[in-house]
């Protein structure tokens, strides 16, 4: 088993194929923080690992220890208030007034498998030998509380997922006013900090800062776990880049507000802790209850960014994506969208899906406009019946007509919002997110229905039911296109106001779960206004995002390069759009923005009705490559080359698990005079065989195309013109270096 206790010296190892995680029971029973790395061998005792000394102006916690001051110790899920004066990892108010507590060692069991979280999005196994679970039990007795602290260390998947479970045994409510998931104290701050931000049509850029005393913090506080910062952090070694180096990543399993942050003391300890947003949040633990955290996911790499992307790749796309749609190939789809907006009837739908079939599409999608009366953004949303004034043969008609042509047929709602133009407003205004006695701001035209109502929840999940139900729609598109503003909730008493935010999630979550549970073959993708929410809470309801509504190839590299740092491919939606692009103006070939597309799940908005032959064409090829290369895309280990953070050229590249061919591909933004030489150089080929390029001639080994790299002034010269230009690049294995 990859975790084991020594009893003598009370200290948990846990291990995966290349990290270790070390924690003991400290000598005032709380629970301290040993080591977090590289694996290191398995011993009867760690207890030289712990080592403390009288520092000057500290408080000791133990009366006869002076050297004993959990302001210098590293701890596993610190409190406030006993001689650690840094932020803590939760905080509990009791009735009297007080917020000192002292939770320490009762028991602990280990068992193979992993359990899921009640209420909750988390990673899991299919065979329990897969992962093994420790959950540690700390008391405190004068509050009569549990914390049931949760870890599951999948050894071959290399990661570790931690959380917390906080269980009120005792007479009296208690108030939370703070409960993150995971805190990790190391032994030094000579890190620097990877994190993933941006707006919106610009998300998940990266951004990378060295380490300094104080606190340096990422969050949400928007309902979501937004476009402006991702819940994801990482520590990397200053010396670190994308292939080696130390590297440290912590993704936050969960949807809402959330806090990740790093506090560099005084002696230049940095302390990492993530979860849920303490500010506005307190929830009331009533006796008898419980309250569970959202999980975390901490990957270890000596192997660079790379590595540890690889590796929350992996485990995201074959243990936190589920269903029927895990492992199944997604279909190539057409949106119409961009093509028509608002403005759309029947015939004209039908008349690009006849285009779209002949193209080799296998999917058209319904946006926006099908329902009440919806001609803009400014009414009906929550008025989910078909606009008949368009769709005379209602949803179920056209999509049956679709569906006869060869084609699966999807739609786009937005079922967390309503408008105050709508019938739904009007019979239940109450049902939205507010404050009495407040103004509501504006947004969008449209308001945040109150998900803490379960009422509203089951209302949803049967309008829902109703529409999937009534016509052969195989995927439905769910977006959220607004923040939370004056969160307030009509249904929960004043007490609870500061809940709602978190309640909110766990309802989406529980409508998620009540519609894939009936409608197993369905396809979710979520959606946030593009990718504000674009996170692996979501993941784990619905299989693939869009990662943004900035569709212009150009900005997609840094979009879809910054996602793929915590996200797998085959998460990604990423579409062939029209030009000039309706979000920058830029205006990139058609090769272009099919070369950036590849890399995702393949689809187009356009309007290809008006578009002429030679474009037809070249769509039609582009659907044919793609499905070639779909699988492995999709199912590859995935390498980023070359950054546009960094550079004018962008490179990438997908090697299959067993290495016999990739796809690489090569974006130069902007043309430059006379420039040197350009080459890619590969990583991931098996350094013994020989690949071959498609279309070409030339055999190249595995390891000189790692070392030397493909000469692209050679072989893609022609490809290289001009600004926005691109090559995708097939390589397939020919031979072994030793074969005849």
Same mark, same amino acid.
């Given at each position: 088993?990859?975790?084991? #206790?020594?009893?003598?010296?009370?200290?948990?190892?846990?291990?995966?194929?290349?990290?270790? @995680?070390?924690?003991?029971?400290?000598?005032?029973?709380?629970?301290?923080?040993?080591?977090?790395?590289?694996?290191?061998?398995?011993?009867?005792? #760690?207890?030289?690992?712990?080592?403390?000394?009288?520092? +000057?102006?500290?408080?000791?916690?133990?009366?006869?220890?002076?050297?004993?001051?959990?302001?210098?110790?590293? *701890?596993?899920?610190?409190?406030?208030?006993?001689?650690?004066?840094?932020?803590?990892?939760?905080?509990?108010?009791?009735?009297?007034?007080?917020?000192?507590?002292?939770?320490?060692?009762? %028991?602990?069991?280990?068992?193979?498998?992993?359990?899921?979280?009640?209420?909750?999005?988390?990673? @899991?196994?299919?065979?329990?030998?897969?992962?093994?679970?420790?959950?540690?039990?700390?008391?405190?007795?004068?509050? %009569?509380?549990?914390?049931?602290?949760?870890?599951?260390?999948?050894?071959?998947?290399?990661?570790?997922?931690?959380?917390?479970?906080?269980?009120?045994?005792?007479?009296?409510?208690?108030?939370?006013?703070?409960?993150?998931?995971?805190?990790?104290?190391?032994?030094?701050?000579?890190?620097?900090?990877?994190?993933?931000?941006?707006?919106?049509?610009?998300?998940?850029?990266?951004?990378?800062?060295?380490?300094?005393?104080?606190?340096?913090?990422?969050?949400?506080?928007?309902?979501?776990?937004?476009?402006?910062?991702?819940?994801?952090?990482?520590?990397?070694?200053?010396?670190?880049?994308?292939?080696?180096?130390?590297?440290?990543?912590?993704?936050?399993?969960?949807?809402?507000?959330?806090?990740?942050?790093?506090?560099?003391?005084?002696?230049?300890?940095?302390?990492?802790?993530?979860?849920?947003?303490?500010?506005?949040? *307190?929830?009331?633990?009533?006796?008898?209850?419980?309250?569970?955290?959202?999980?975390?996911?901490?990957?270890?790499?000596?192997?660079?960014?790379?590595?540890?992307?690889?590796?929350?790749?992996?485990?995201?796309?074959?243990? !936190?994506?589920?269903?029927?749609?895990?492992?199944?190939?997604?279909?190539?789809?057409?949106?119409?969208?961009?093509?028509?907006?608002?403005?759309?009837?029947?015939?004209?739908?039908?008349?690009?899906?006849?285009?779209?079939?002949?193209?080799?599409?296998?999917?058209?999608?319904?946006?926006?406009?099908?329902?009440?009366?919806?001609?803009?953004?400014?009414?009906?949303?929550?008025?989910?019946?078909?606009?008949?004034?368009?769709?005379?043969?209602? !949803?179920?008609?056209?999509?049956?007509?679709?569906?006869?042509?060869?084609?699966?047929?999807?739609?786009?709602?937005?079922?967390?919002?309503?408008?105050?133009?709508?019938? !739904?407003?009007?019979?239940?205004?109450?049902?939205?997110?507010?404050?009495?006695?407040?103004?509501?701001?504006?947004?969008?035209?449209?308001?945040?229905?109150? #998900?803490?109502?379960?009422?509203?929840?089951?209302?949803?999940?049967?309008?829902?039911?109703?529409?999937?139900?009534?016509?052969?729609?195989? @995927?439905?598109?769910?977006?959220?296109?607004?923040?939370?503003?004056?969160?307030?909730?009509?249904?929960?008493?004043?007490?609870?106001?500061?809940?709602?935010?978190?309640?909110? =999630?766990?309802?989406?979550?529980?409508?998620?779960?009540?519609?894939?549970?009936?409608?197993?073959?369905?396809?979710?993708?979520?959606?946030?206004?593009?990718? /504000?929410?674009?996170?692996?809470?979501?993941?784990?309801?619905?299989?693939?995002?869009?990662?943004?509504?900035?569709?212009?190839?150009?900005?997609?590299?840094?979009?879809?390069?910054?996602?793929?740092?915590?996200? +797998?491919?085959?998460?990604?939606?990423?579409?062939?759009?029209?030009? +000039?692009?309706?979000?920058?103006?830029?205006?990139?070939?058609?090769?272009?923005?099919?070369?950036?597309?590849?890399?995702?799940?393949?689809? @187009?908005?356009?309007?290809?009705?008006?578009?002429?032959?030679?474009?037809?064409?070249?769509?039609?090829?582009?659907?044919?490559?793609?499905?070639?290369?779909?699988?492995? =895309?999709?199912?590859?280990?995935?390498?980023?080359?070359?950054?546009? #953070?960094?550079?004018?050229?962008?490179?990438?590249?997908?090697?299959?698990?067993?290495?016999?061919?990739?796809?690489?591909?090569?974006?130069?933004?902007?043309?430059?005079?006379?420039?040197?030489?350009?080459?890619?150089? /590969?990583?991931?080929?098996?350094?013994?065989?020989?690949?071959?390029?498609?279309?070409?001639?030339?055999?190249?080994?595995?390891?000189?195309?790692?070392?030397?790299?493909?000469?692209?002034?050679?072989?893609?010269?022609?490809?290289? *013109?001009?600004?926005?230009?691109?090559?995708?690049?097939?390589?397939?294995?020919?031979?072994?270096?030793?074969?005849?």
């Amino acid at each position: 088993m990859p975790t084991y #206790f020594n009893n003598a010296t009370r200290e948990f190892h846990l291990q995966t194929k290349e990290a270790s @995680y070390i924690l003991h029971v400290l000598p005032n029973e709380q629970l301290g923080h040993l080591y977090y790395g590289k694996r290191i061998t398995h011993r009867s005792s #760690f207890e030289h690992l712990f080592y403390v000394r009288q520092q +000057p102006n500290t408080a000791n916690v133990l009366e006869d220890v002076p050297a004993f001051s959990l302001d210098i110790v590293k *701890q596993e899920y610190p409190s406030y208030g006993t001689t650690d004066f840094r932020e803590p990892a939760f905080q509990i108010q009791q009735e009297s007034g007080s917020r000192i507590t002292n939770f320490i060692y009762k %028991n602990h069991r280990i068992y193979s498998g992993k359990e899921p979280l009640a209420g909750l999005p988390a990673t @899991y196994v299919e065979r329990e030998e897969e992962a093994t679970t420790l959950e540690i039990t700390l008391v405190d007795d004068v509050l %009569n509380m549990e914390l049931l602290l949760q870890y599951s260390v999948f050894e071959e998947g290399n990661a570790i997922t931690r959380s917390v479970l906080y269980k009120n045994n005792g007479q009296k409510p208690v108030t939370l006013n703070r409960a993150l998931s995971a805190s990790v104290d190391f032994f030094d701050s000579n890190y620097e900090m990877v994190e993933l931000n941006g707006s919106w049509a610009r998300e998940r850029h990266i951004q990378v800062h060295k380490l300094i005393r104080g606190i340096q913090r990422i969050g949400s506080t928007r309902g979501a776990s937004s476009a402006q910062h991702n819940p994801f952090i990482a520590l990397k070694r200053t010396n670190a880049d994308e292939n080696q180096g130390e590297v440290f990543g912590f993704s936050l399993v969960y949807s809402g507000n959330f806090v990740a942050q790093v506090e560099v003391d005084h002696y230049e300890v940095a302390r990492l802790m993530i979860g849920i947003q303490p500010f506005d949040f *307190q929830w009331q633990l009533e006796p008898g209850e419980t309250f569970q955290t959202p999980e975390v996911v901490m990957v270890y790499s000596d192997k660079g960014l790379n590595g540890m992307s690889q590796t929350f790749h992996q485990l995201y796309r074959n243990r !936190l994506v589920r269903g029927s749609w895990r492992d199944r190939e997604r279909p190539v789809l057409i949106n119409n969208w961009e093509a028509t907006y608002f403005d759309f009837n029947e015939d004209k739908l039908l008349g690009m899906a006849k285009q779209a079939k002949q193209l080799g599409v296998e999917l058209f999608v319904l946006d926006d406009g099908w329902f009440g009366n919806r001609n803009d953004d400014s009414s009906s949303l929550g008025d989910w019946f078909v606009n008949k004034e368009k769709l005379p043969s209602g !949803l179920k008609g056209l999509a049956q007509k679709v569906t006869e042509l060869g084609l699966d047929f999807g739609l786009w709602m937005e079922p967390e919002m309503v408008s105050k133009q709508s019938e !739904l407003y009007e019979s239940h205004p109450e049902w939205v997110i507010h404050v009495k006695d407040r103004s509501l701001s504006q947004g969008r035209n449209q308001y945040v229905l109150d #998900f803490s109502n379960q009422e509203v929840v089951d209302y949803l999940y049967e309008t829902i039911v109703g529409i999937l139900e009534d016509a052969p729609i195989s @995927y439905v598109k769910w977006d959220m296109n607004r923040y939370m503003t004056e969160i307030g909730s009509a249904s929960l008493p004043a007490f609870r106001q500061s809940e709602v935010a978190h309640r909110y =999630i766990l309802g989406v979550y529980q409508l998620y779960d009540r519609l894939i549970s009936n409608f197993p073959e369905v396809l979710f993708e979520s959606c946030a206004g593009g990718g /504000c929410r674009f996170d692996p809470g979501m993941l784990y309801y619905a299989p693939q995002a869009w990662t943004s509504d900035d569709t212009d190839a150009v900005e997609r590299l840094k979009i879809q390069y910054g996602t793929s740092m915590v996200y +797998p491919l085959n998460s990604m939606g990423a579409h062939v759009s029209a030009v +000039p692009n309706h979000q920058v103006q830029r205006i990139t070939s058609l090769e272009m923005r099919a070369n950036v597309a590849y890399f995702g799940i393949f689809g @187009y908005e356009l309007d290809i009705i008006q578009m002429k032959d030679a474009e037809l064409q070249q769509l039609k090829e582009q659907i044919g490559q793609y499905k070639k290369w779909r699988s492995l =895309i999709h199912n590859g280990v995935f390498y980023r080359l070359k950054s546009p #953070f960094e550079d004018n050229q962008v490179g990438w590249m997908v090697v299959s698990p067993d290495r016999n061919e990739a796809v690489l591909a090569y974006y130069q933004i902007l043309a430059k005079p006379n420039e040197g030489f350009k080459r890619l150089v /590969c990583k991931g080929l098996d350094p013994d065989f020989k690949y071959m390029l498609d279309g070409g001639s030339d055999l190249f080994y595995g390891d000189e195309l790692m070392n030397v790299g493909l000469c692209l002034d050679k072989y893609a010269s022609d490809k290289l *013109q001009g600004d926005f230009s691109s090559v995708v690049f097939h390589l397939k294995k020919e031979m072994r270096m030793n074969d005849k």
